[in-house]
């Protein structure tokens, strides 16, 4: 194969692939580059006919990027290979691989994080992202038998997710050696003073070598990656290695403890709403549930740069009638600017319903997809991070508002809220929705008023 590969890789990386322990793990900063590494140590080790390997990634679309990176470094060592997509039955549960064969039959596959993946089978196991896996236990269980028992190694990378994943709990095991593990660490810094940026230079410009080693470019570099994190606490995750002590949740309590406003009694009957003065703007949230999950409107008045939670009403299992009637006595009282409305599955009727009468300027429905969820719970947080939000101190609110927990998979950030017997986040959601109706900048101008009827 030649040297040219290899000087595509920082030290780092190399002695990962040279590291000949049967378990190792590594915690890493993120992007740089550990996964494409692993992929070229597999495809060298399917080459020399080392068996099959068995890789699992926190979700669908990180394992199909891993594939392709085995693609990219296959063709550079002029590998006779096909990729295909296959499709195997376990438990009545259908489980989708990506799969690579060798021209010797050896396997490179590709799975979920289903533990249930790696059932009669045998062979190298690799766990991408191995902290953010939903059943990391299960997991670590079924990949163990898989690679362990054969003689085959097991490695196992990850970004930190909180201190209470089970990864985390392993590093702690090893690091103790209450667990035989080969353990490495590479923090964001590491990756610098070993090369990363004179190689992300060398592939951004398509360079045949790695530039000369510039002390200022690498500071400028980092500084600038370092001055586009939000906080002390994602730089310290993400880049350095230090794992969150509140756990992955997106909301800690001692952020949630800082806005909490003790004598606060929100309203939670609308009957004489209409009737009330308030002394600034009112905005509102509403999560729509049914049955299983609660119905939630939260509501906030400016006063000065401070909302204060003026209107909380839960109601589980609400007719829909009864919660439009709801939604009408809200909007009824004219200090209330705008509403929005949660137009899931369940709520689409009635968010369609209630923008036609009030008109999309006051009330806007939102579809919680991905991308919104974003948009909705990191303004939600940073108004809990400068204290510019006020709460009554109940527990059911408390555990609710920490009960969301931010995933970063690869590019992709998601949220994950548990259900349990207090609902389903919905709370926090609600919140979320009345702090995205304060932001000017979302809200649809309204028509002119000359195309408005008398006294709207």
């Not at 108004?383 to 609110?397: C, H, K, V, W």
Request: charged residues 25%; contains cysteine.
């Amino acid at each position: 194969m030649g040297s040219d590969v290899f000087k595509l890789l920082c030290p780092f990386q190399i002695t990962w692939m040279r590291d000949p322990a049967p378990l190792a793990m590594a915690e890493k900063s993120r992007r740089i580059g550990w996964t494409w590494t692993h992929a070229l140590k597999v495809v060298l080790d399917r080459l020399e006919g080392r068996g099959n390997y068995y890789h699992s990634s926190a979700d669908q679309t990180a394992s199909v990027e891993f594939i392709d990176y085995c693609g990219q470094w296959g063709e550079m060592v002029n590998a006779v290979a096909m990729v295909s997509q296959e499709t195997e039955v376990i438990d009545e549960e259908a489980i989708t691989t990506k799969v690579m064969t060798f021209a010797n039959g050896t396997k490179i596959v590709a799975g979920s994080s289903n533990p249930k993946f790696f059932r009669s089978k045998g062979g190298e196991v690799g766990l991408d992202e191995f902290a953010f896996h939903a059943a990391g236990r299960d997991l670590y269980k079924a990949a163990h038998a898989t690679a362990m028992f054969w003689g085959f190694p097991l490695r196992i990378w990850s970004t930190h997710n909180g201190d209470d994943c089970y990864f985390a709990q392993m590093l702690a095991q090893a690091k103790a050696g209450k667990l035989k593990a080969s353990l490495h660490r590479v923090t964001i810094e590491d990756a610098v003073r070993d090369g990363i940026v004179e190689r992300i230079i060398m592939r951004k410009k398509k360079l045949s070598d790695v530039p000369a080693p510039d002390l200022k470019a690498r500071q400028e570099w980092l500084d600038e990656l370092r001055a586009t994190c939000p906080d002390d606490e994602t730089w310290n995750e993400e880049y350095m290695c230090m794992p969150s002590t509140g756990g992955r949740s997106l909301l800690s309590y001692e952020l949630i403890a800082g806005c909490v406003e003790e004598n606060l009694q929100p309203i939670t009957n609308l009957a004489d709403f209409s009737k009330r003065e308030f002394s600034g703007p009112l905005y509102a949230g509403y999560d729509v549930g049914r049955t299983q999950d609660l119905s939630v409107l939260w509501v906030l008045e400016k006063v000065g740069d401070v909302y204060w939670t003026r209107v909380l009403v839960e109601l589980q299992g609400a007719p829909y009638a009864d919660q439009q009637r709801l939604l009408d006595l809200l909007l009824a009282h004219r200090q209330v600017k705008r509403l929005c409305i949660d137009k899931g599955l369940i709520g689409g009727m009635l968010a369609e319903l209630l923008e036609q009468r009030y008109g999309k300027y006051r009330v806007e429905g939102v579809q919680f997809s991905t991308s919104v969820q974003s948009e909705l719970a990191m303004p939600f947080r940073a108004a809990f991070e400068d204290r510019s939000i006020r709460i009554p101190g109940t527990a059911n609110l408390r555990e609710d508002l920490h009960k969301p927990k931010k995933i970063v998979v690869g590019n992709n950030v998601r949220f994950e809220t548990p259900r349990d017997e207090n609902g389903h986040a919905d709370r926090f959601w609600a919140g979320a929705l009345a702090m995205m109706a304060t932001d000017r900048k979302n809200m649809p101008l309204p028509a002119p008023l000359m195309n408005k009827p008398m006294g709207w």
